[in-house]
Structures are given as C-alpha cells and as structure tokens.
C-alpha cells in the first residue's frame, strides 16, 4: 500500500515536472495507482522521474514524517511542490552523505602523513595576525606531532590523551597535561585525528557535519555538539581535494580565527626533530 501511494503521489508529480501541468497533475492525485501508473508508463521522461521519486520517498522515513506534518498544505494542492523540494533536498542528502562515506574511506587507508603547515592566528587585540610555520605529523590512529619551526622552535606531541610540549626556546623541561583539561585543543585534535583516521563515527559523535562537494574539492564544517566545547571552539571549517585537507580555519568562542595552511610532504618524510 505504501509502496502504491509513494508511485501515485511521484507520478503525478512527475507529470507535472516532466509537463509543468498542474491540472493535470492534480487529476492524477485523485485517481487510483493503477490508472497513474498506466498513463506515466507511456511517458517516458515521466516514468524516470516518478520511478526515482518513488524510490526515494519509500526509503526516507524522515520524508515521510515531513509529508505528514505538511498535509494541510497537501489538502491546499500544494503536494507536489512539497514532495518535489523535499526529495531533491533528500536526494542531495543522501548523495553527499555517501560522498563523505567515501571521503573519510580514503582518508582512513592511508595510516601516516606528513605536511609543512602555516599558521596565522587573527585576533581583536592585535592589528595584524600571528605567523609561524613548521611541519605535521599523523600516524593513525591518534598519534600527532607538531613542530614548529619559526619564529622560535617549538613542538607539540599527542598520542591519545596525553599531550606534551616542549619549548625549546626557552630551554624548560618539556610539559605534560591531559587532553582533556584543554577543551579548544581537544575539539581540535579530535577533528583532525577522527577526519585523518576516517572515522566518521566518531566525527558525527563529536560534531554537527555540514559537507559540501564540489568535484575533486570539498569543504566540511564541524560544530561541536556540546555546548560547553562551542563556547570555546565555535566551529572548524576543513577544505580540501581528494584525501588531503588543504586549509583549517578555527573560530573560537570569542569570534578569533586561527588560519592553517596545509602543503603534503611525502610519506617517507619524517618531521622535523
């Protein structure tokens, strides 16, 4: 029954996408499965689409739902415009959800990278942004160096939680703490190491996912889930082509940016010591 109102509904809709006749898209709402289907079968163009709107609606629970809280406007005429938007938004969903799948698939089978990175940091308090420059290292699944070598050398190594700093500028001992006791660091840290590792489990855990395709290029924003997290980072944005993350952009609670600009080293590179 489902699957018979899901055809009737796509194929008048069909008609009138493939037509833009909306009287006649009206008449065949009215009429039963069997004389839609018989007329869009001797269409065509119409059949193609009502055939991948039909799909689409019998396998989206959540269009469903939104169907039946619109049904008013359905009882107005109004159906196939609803039906229409919500299953190319759907469709478009759908199609970068497995886009992302794939993205994150590529990102995990490759288990070591190496990168020069440039950092800028933009802040109110200052008229022009902080630079420095160095290199990174991943080795999956949670081990991350970086090394900062200009203005003075530095270096900052993560492997799970443990995190520590040593600077060797100032000639201390180098520093311990926990990931968890520095919230900016770790949504941070735990977005580069879940994107690099593919583990998209754990990115949808930790983050609200905004990805955005576009051919080889692709754009994906992060929003922290908890709210404590956000008023510290307030979203990553990470663009890239293929499997290689090209620039990382950080906004903070405080509306700061901090700007990372990303080149791949080959994999045989070892960073800098």
């Not at 941070?188 to 990115?203: K, N």
């Amino acid at each position: 029954m489902a699957a018979r109102w899901a055809f009737g509904t796509a194929a008048a809709c069909a008609l009138l996408l493939a037509h833009g006749s909306p009287a006649r898209a009206a008449e065949h709402e009215a009429a039963s499965p069997e004389a839609v289907e018989a007329e869009v079968s001797h269409d065509e163009r119409a059949l193609e689409i009502a055939r991948r709107m039909a799909d689409a609606l019998a396998g989206a629970p959540a269009l469903r739902l939104t169907m039946d809280i619109a049904w008013d406007a359905v009882q107005r005429g109004a159906r196939c415009v609803l039906l229409a938007a919500a299953l190319l938004a759907a469709t478009a969903a759908s199609a970068n959800g497995q886009d992302l799948t794939r993205l994150l698939a590529e990102f995990g089978s490759q288990r070591e990278r190496h990168a020069r990175f440039v950092e800028r940091r933009f802040s109110a308090l200052s008229k022009s942004p902080l630079q420095s420059s160095g290199t990174l290292t991943f080795r999956a699944p949670d081990f991350l160096h970086k090394v900062t070598l200009a203005p003075q050398r530095e270096s900052v190594q993560i492997e799970g939680q443990r995190v520590t700093v040593r600077a060797d500028a100032l000639g201390t001992a180098p520093q311990t703490f926990n990931l968890s006791d520095a919230p900016p660091l770790a949504a941070l840290i735990d977005s580069l190491r879940a994107t690099l590792s593919g583990d998209l489990a754990a990115l949808r855990r930790n983050f609200e996912i905004d990805y955005a395709p576009g051919g080889k290029e692709w754009r994906m924003t992060l929003t922290p889930r908890e709210r404590a997290v956000r008023e510290a980072v307030a979203k990553i944005d990470l663009r890239g082509a293929g499997p290689d993350i090209a620039t990382i952009e950080i906004v903070d609670g405080a509306g700061d940016l901090t700007l990372l600009a990303l080149t791949p080293l080959p994999a045989k590179r070892t960073s800098a010591q």
